[in-house]
């Protein structure tokens, strides 16, 4: 086992995860290269509550879409098939909504289409999302004649930082964090990069030639565990 490997995270993990990789040699820094912010005006208000008042089947593709829409809610009641993406996402689904709102899981944005299109009781959903949202999900929808109506809560704002230091790797969760890290850093060619899934490995790509490793599932852990495994 090599010691001491440096590793850039670029958002907040659980002390558990930081402490399990430092007893393996492998000590993180925590960066964070996006916020996120509710969108809280009167017209997302009432598009929330509109939605509130349906039978409807609701997506959700991030935790911070399920977290915006809860504190709107309130605790109001709703009866929704909810489709999300991902572990966290779905833990905080039953939280606020309870398991029995959840109709489907998937890894990734498309599988999570591919599961709603196998409904064919399903000719429209609304999606809660953020500002950034990727077309995957719902261009698919729409290509099997599924209306989706995009209900934007919440927005990522990039937080640059200038990193003056080498890591053996770096870990980015999403797209949007590549782009804020490359616009004002360069990494040596012997970095390893682990992307959270293809969508943020292809915008890495876009910046860097390095070496990347995907994880195969969704979720902080599954992410840090694909990078433990590689360095020891």
Not at 61 to 67: G, K, L, P
């Amino acid at each position: 086992m090599r010691n001491n490997i440096q590793i850039l995270c670029t958002r907040p993990l659980t002390k558990i995860l930081v402490k399990e990789a430092a007893q393996q040699g492998i000590l993180i820094d925590e960066i964070s290269f996006i916020e996120t912010e509710p969108i809280q005006n009167i017209e997302v208000q009432q598009e929330i509550q509109q939605a509130a008042i349906q039978i409807a089947t609701v997506v959700f593709t991030s935790m911070n879409a399920v977290e915006v829409v809860a504190d709107y809610l309130d605790g109001q009641p709703v009866e929704w098939n909810i489709y999300c993406m991902g572990t966290t996402t779905n833990q905080l689904v039953k939280k606020y909504f309870g398991e029995r709102q959840l109709a489907g899981i998937a890894n990734s944005a498309a599988g999570l289409a591919e599961l709603i299109t196998e409904d064919n009781m399903i000719d429209e959903a609304i999606f809660f999302c953020g500002d950034q949202r990727r077309d995957e999900l719902p261009s698919i929808l729409k290509s099997n004649n599924i209306d989706v109506t995009e209900i934007t809560v919440y927005q990522t704002i990039a937080v640059t930082h200038l990193i003056d230091k080498t890591y053996n790797g770096i870990l980015f969760f999403s797209p949007s964090a590549v782009e804020s890290f490359f616009s004002k850093n360069k990494i040596p060619a012997t970095t390893v990069l682990f992307a959270i899934g293809s969508t943020t490995a292809n915008e890495i790509k876009k910046y860097s030639s390095n070496k990347i490793i995907i994880s195969n599932q969704p979720g902080k852990e599954n992410l840090v565990a694909k990078m433990m495994e590689y360095f020891t």
